[in-house]
């Protein structure tokens, strides 16, 4: 016997029951608790959005997936940083030295177009004899309170001993030999002097040398010349040789500068400029 | 909740699943249609698992409630109904287990077994209950509150809910044997405890 079969009385008497409906109030009970339950859900996430409002950091860094990376990439940054500062300030290191290595180069020429070329060792020595009878102002005290002695310590060995006195005599005609070699030797570099420069140097360096040596030769002591002042005639001339050779120096200088701007428009002030 | 009777009348042609569906993305109308066709079935079938009108319109409200809430767990694998009978079902063991928790034990219930079959209540009635003494429907709603939980629901939901036994076995999470066989042994129970709280008038 099937068990459906068996218990079909009470099957019918359990079917027969009374159905029970819902409430008519049932749905709006239920809206009613969905609504409070979304209020809920709401407020939670307000709430939830509140605490995550934090500092300007926090709320920048909040949502990153990795939070090490910040150190790391800030780091990072500030290397870079360092590196292009000191990558531009290479550059401009680099442009000024050239700058400055432009203007020494100019100022070298003017000063060594404008300076007599210096000779040889005598000629320093005479200098420095001479110096304590000159009337000495501002720094170039300092500098010759240390020539006094090195001047002193040239003065004992160009001060003749009685037994050195001989020896020099032989010397004397070596040194006659040798002035050739040093006339030579007072020649500037080419490349150093401009050409006009270069004859007018060339000359007066001759006329100086030609003389000292022959001072020192007569008596093979000192001349007179170097332990007293020197001719203010001689030194005169000198100063009116460089003024007219710096006064030719920026003369061309200007032409060349001339050069370079406009040859065709200021050909006028050349000419101008040569005529005078 | 007040809506569009053509709007309503399209969604009654739908299936449940369709209706679901149509809520996950958020249609608030489906769950509507969902609300009605299921308030009364679930309101009876948890009555009849309780025993209190009101505790099954609470229940019924918290299992429309979970649905809600989770509707997006819904998956095309079984029926809606099954689906949504499982949350009912949950909620009515939990309900049930909190109330056996509160229940004061007399010395005579001390030592008993409470694995039995059925468990009568005791010959004292309450005002409504001596109301609806004379009738039938009373003693079998009472024969079922005596019922031990495990016959209980599966005989709630193929005697009363009609529903077939694959879908108790899917809903109770038990083999169909079991079903079958707990289904036998709590009409047996029913039918026993039904001849001993009631006797039909002899015309």
Redesign the interface.
Known sequence: MD?EE??L???N???N???????DD??????Y??VE?ESEKRHEHEKRFDEGRGGFLRNLFSNIQYPWLIPAAGFTILIFFIFYITYLNKDASEKNQQILSTQKRDSNEQTITLQPPQSSVSEKKTDNTIEPQETLTGKNKSINKENKDIAGDLKDQKTPKPQELQDRKSITHNKEESKSISEENYKTPPSVTNETDKDDNVKQNLAMKKAEPEEKNNSGILSPRLNNKPDTSVDTERLMQNKMTENNFQSKKLLERLDKIDDKSLQILRDKISAN | ?PGNSKLDQNYQKLTDEELIFKFQKDDVTAF?EI??RY??R???FL??YTGS?ED??DL??DA??NL??SKHLYREIGKFSTWFYTIAINLANTYVRKKKKLRTFSINNVGEDHDSDYELTADTMAPDEIVNASN??FY??KA?NSLNQKFKEV?ILR??Q?LDYEEIAKITGLPLGTV?SR??RG??C??EI?SQIYKPKEN
Do not use: G, P
């Open positions: 068990s068996k218990y009385d009470i099957r008497k359990l079917n029951l009374e159905e029970v409906k819902a409430s049932f749905v709006n009970k239920l809206h608790k969905i339950i | 909740m509507n609300v009605n308030k009364d679930i309101v009876n009555f009849r009108r099954s319109e019924a409200q429309f409630i809600y809430k039938e429907n079998i709603q079922i005989i005697d009363i009609e079958k289904i036998n009409r047996e029913l039918k039904l």
